[in-house]
């Protein structure tokens, strides 16, 4: 309780009394409970009076500063000593942690002795309270997700740099689909590339293949017909074997009839040599029919050879217009069915680039927008900072010069230091600091007035801290309440 201007005493209220309350593995020894709480002893106590049981030190504390006389033996006054032995059999007791009951709650097992370290530090599940007091409480693994993106009484600042981290991972996200879809796009150009590489190949073997068909077929056709020159010219050499033959035949046929016409009679010479000039003329004939026969040989040859040769062209042209329709078909086919699919999806992959920049350069823009905000405000917060300095500048320089004997007008000069009761400078009195730091209890002060037909104030101290200095620091508050002016 506060004691301010007043004379009431300071009240001292009684400590909580109570074991450790939790939940134990193995129900604990009879041994090792408080008969008062009923449960493990914290702090356990040994009396002087009777020392078989032992007893929670806020327990027997608490009967003591009620005036009653020992819970055992009735004795009036007695004596407590800690007792280390039955403390150490105590915090050694296994133990669930508290919050083993909630909705997948911790399944920690641990002593007594731990216990608190871990609902302090490691448990995950323990209720607190939201730092920007909006009177929510969130397990403790929940707690900073609602603090920092669910709480409405979170700082601005907090709120527009959380904007800003969503809005860079939404950039970075969009760069990422953009670096993915360059990739897709590599990866497609590589791919028609390696067909086009594919089919060029395979025309160039088909192409080398029916070069080789053809060069064969050449060869097997100039084979064929130097065969059929060669069967004539035997043809044409038996032919003047057989002439020469007949010829010879003939003179000596002759010989033989010269020969008989000497014998018989020289008047048959006129006939003889009518037959020498027929038998001239045979052979002038023969040497004709003879050169003709070889020079329709020589012209039939050329015939055939250039038959032959314009065939062959003819068929070579007509094989290198069928491959290369074929070729051109089946490139076209694949060009259809290959080619034109990626080329559809690059076409929207590139919309979608081009979107996707667009909804970049917004962000960008937004962006943009908010970091003005941002040095907007430091700003005008960094002024209103410098404006409060001045204004404590000029009132330290007010109470200087008055110090110093400078008179200062009455509408400039400060409080005075010494007044009367309930106006300041007050002097209050926190009674039972540690009790309301270890209960995390708030302590209000009398109220008192800036000055005479003033506004009405309190202060309010929390030896725990609050907001920022939660755990670290001593905050005061001071509340404007209601007076009666």
């Not at 020392?51 to 806020?58: Q, S, Y």
């Not at 086009?196 to 053809?214: C, F, H, N, S, V």
């Not at 907001?467 to 001071?478: A, I, P, Q, R, T």
Request: aromatic share 6%; with cysteine.
């Amino acid at each position: 309780m506060a004691e301010g201007g007043g004379d009431e005493p300071a009240c001292q209220p009684l400590p909580e009394a109570g074991g450790y309350d939790y939940t134990y593995v193995e129900d604990p020894p009879e041994n090792l409970t408080c008969p008062i709480c009923i449960l493990p002893c914290k702090e356990p106590q040994i009396i002087d009076c009777c020392g078989a049981k032992k007893f929670c030190l806020t327990c027997i504390d608490r009967e003591r500063l009620a005036g009653k006389p020992c819970p055992l033996c009735r004795k009036e006054k007695f004596q407590t000593l800690i007792d280390r032995e039955h403390e150490r059999k105590i915090l050694a007791l296994k133990v669930y942690c508290n919050q083993k009951e909630r909705e997948g709650g911790c399944q920690w097992i641990g002593e007594v002795r731990h216990i608190e370290d871990h609902l302090e530090k490691d448990c995950q599940y323990v209720l607190e309270e939201c730092k920007w007091e909006c009177g929510r409480k969130y397990a403790r693994k929940d707690i900073g997700f609602h603090q920092e993106d669910e709480c409405r009484n979170r700082p601005w600042k907090l709120v527009l740099l959380k904007k800003v981290e969503a809005l860079e991972r939404l950039c970075e996200a969009q760069r990422g689909s953009l670096k993915e879809k360059d990739r897709i796009i590599k990866e497609m150009k590589e791919k028609m590339d390696g067909d086009r590489k594919e089919m060029e190949a395979k025309m160039a073997d088909g192409i080398k293949e029916l070069e080789t068909k053809i060069e064969t077929k050449m060869v097997n056709n100039t084979k064929e017909l130097e065969e059929r020159i060669a069967m004539n010219q035997e043809q044409i050499e038996e032919g003047n074997n057989i002439a020469v033959q007949n010829k010879q035949e003939m003179e000596e046929k002759i010989n033989e009839m010269e020969q008989t016409i000497r014998q018989n009679d020289e008047g048959s010479r006129a006939e003889i040599a009518a037959v020498k000039g027929g038998l001239e003329n045979l052979h002038k004939t023969i040497e004709e029919e003879k050169g003709e026969v070889e020079r329709k040989l020589v012209k039939a040859k050329e015939e055939i050879n250039r038959e032959t040769t314009r065939q062959l062209n003819v068929r070579i042209e007509e094989l290198k217009l069928e491959v290369e329709k074929k070729f051109k078909a089946e490139l076209k086919q694949q060009e259809n069915n290959k080619i034109k699919p990626l080329e559809e999806h690059r076409t929207k992959m590139d919309k979608e680039i081009t979107a996707a920049g667009k909804t970049v350069g917004d962000l960008a823009v937004r962006f943009q927008t908010l970091q003005d905000g941002l040095k907007k405000m430091d700003t005008r917060i960094q002024r209103e900072a410098i404006d409060r300095i001045n204004i404590i500048d000029r009132q330290f320089e007010a109470m200087r010069k008055m110090s110093s004997g400078f008179k200062i007008p009455e509408w400039q000069r400060p409080l005075p230091l010494t007044s009367f009761s309930n106006i300041p400078p007050c002097q209050f009195t926190m009674m039972n600091f540690t009790y309301h730091k270890k209960q995390g209890k708030a302590w209000y002060s009398p109220p008192f007035y800036s000055e005479p037909g003033g506004y009405k104030f309190c202060l309010r101290i929390d030896p725990n801290g609050m907001l920022e200095g939660k755990e670290s620091h001593l905050s005061v508050w001071v509340y404007v309440m209601r007076g009666r002016f």
